[in-house]
């Protein structure tokens, strides 16, 4: 009987590498997990006591290194090990951009060539729908042969993980093997000061405000087991997009209000409202010297209406999806139990 490959994870303290080591052990896989500091570990370990599977945090294999520094990586990642890259930087802030770019793209390309000198099994990098084409009419939808439009503006973010996805495709042509994901906004519970969190902390709360905009959604759950299930079949060289539903962000907000019981918002902010926001909101973070919050690229997707396709991959493995209001409900049982 052959053995079970080592899986190889960085972004292992973020929500979707926790979510992968956790669904990995849970399947009786070892894992092997990169790490920076002792305190960003402690993020993976909530999230195993919100699954009431602390136990398994334990056989976490934790190796220190970082994807911006190649000597660690090549003393920590080994042969025939599938290596799944999720580290990746998150910023809307435009002060960000030189950080968000070099770790993205450098720490993608220090993956991936570290990975071929390795001869790993398989590499599975999670890029974003922020890297996919750009729609133009007539096109009914956006799916994964949708071409780039350089002239067209793209946030820093996008930029920066279109750029590893071009590392990623890059090292494909000269022979390592991989699969690409493209999942929309992810989510999932034990990290809400960030990602797609923030939105449930501040429906939580009391958000007046909604938009009529829309985009692709899917549970982190989903996502590790698409992931997953590409690096045990036989496809490779190709990316996929992972959404479940495009869902507006008017019925995101009312659904997460109604598994959460709070009032649902009332005031609809109009296009030219977001377009005067981000700019004060770029005027307040100079004089008071905090980060950005909002910026043009994003205040422009609160309103877009495209359609995503997950076609693909639902042809290709079977995948069936968990509904988005299904997905609400659990997160507002995790929510309730927070302490």
Request: hydrophobic letters at 40%.
């Amino acid at each position: 009987m052959e053995s079970k490959p080592v899986n190889f994870v960085t972004g292992a303290t973020g929500l979707v590498g926790a979510h992968l080591c956790l669904y990995l052990l849970q399947h009786q896989e070892k894992v092997v997990a990169l790490y920076r500091t002792e305190k960003a570990k402690n993020k993976t370990k909530e999230l195993f006591d919100c699954y009431q599977q602390s136990h398994l945090f334990d056989e976490i294999e934790w190796v220190h290194g970082d994807i911006l520094d190649i000597p660690s990586l090549e003393k920590q990642i080994q042969a025939n090990q599938m290596v799944y890259h999720c580290a990746a930087k998150i910023s809307f802030d435009p002060s960000d951009r030189e950080s968000l770019l070099k770790t993205n793209i450098e720490g993608t390309a220090n993956m991936v060539h570290v990975c071929m000198h390795k001869k790993i099994k398989k590499f599975c990098h999670v890029s974003s729908i922020a890297a996919l084409g750009d729609w133009v009419a007539p096109m009914p939808w956006i799916d994964e042969e949708t071409p780039w439009l350089s002239e067209k503006p793209h946030s820093d973010y996008a930029l920066s993980k279109y750029g590893a996805e071009l590392e990623v495709f890059k090292a494909s042509y000269e022979g390592l093997p991989m699969v690409v994901v493209n999942p929309g906004v992810i989510l999932g519970p034990g990290f809400w000061n960030e990602g797609s969190g923030v939105i449930f902390s501040k429906v939580a709360k009391g958000l007046p405000f909604y938009t009529k905009g829309s985009t692709g959604f899917i549970a982190v759950t989903d996502l590790v087991k698409i992931m997953h299930q590409l690096m045990h079949a036989n496809l490779v060289q190709d990316r996929f997009i992972c959404i479940a539903e495009n869902v507006t962000y008017e019925n995101l907000i009312k659904n997460i209000c109604k598994a959460l019981q709070k009032p649902t918002p009332k005031i609809w902010v109009k296009p030219w409202m977001t377009s005067i926001a981000w700019r004060l909101d770029a005027i307040f973070s100079t004089l008071f010297f905090r980060k950005r919050s909002l910026d043009r690229a994003t205040a422009k997707s609160m309103h877009s209406k495209e359609v995503i396709s997950n076609q693909k991959i639902k042809d290709a493995i079977g995948f069936t999806f968990t509904p988005i209001e299904t997905c609400i409900t659990m997160l507002a049982e995790f929510w309730n139990q927070r302490e």
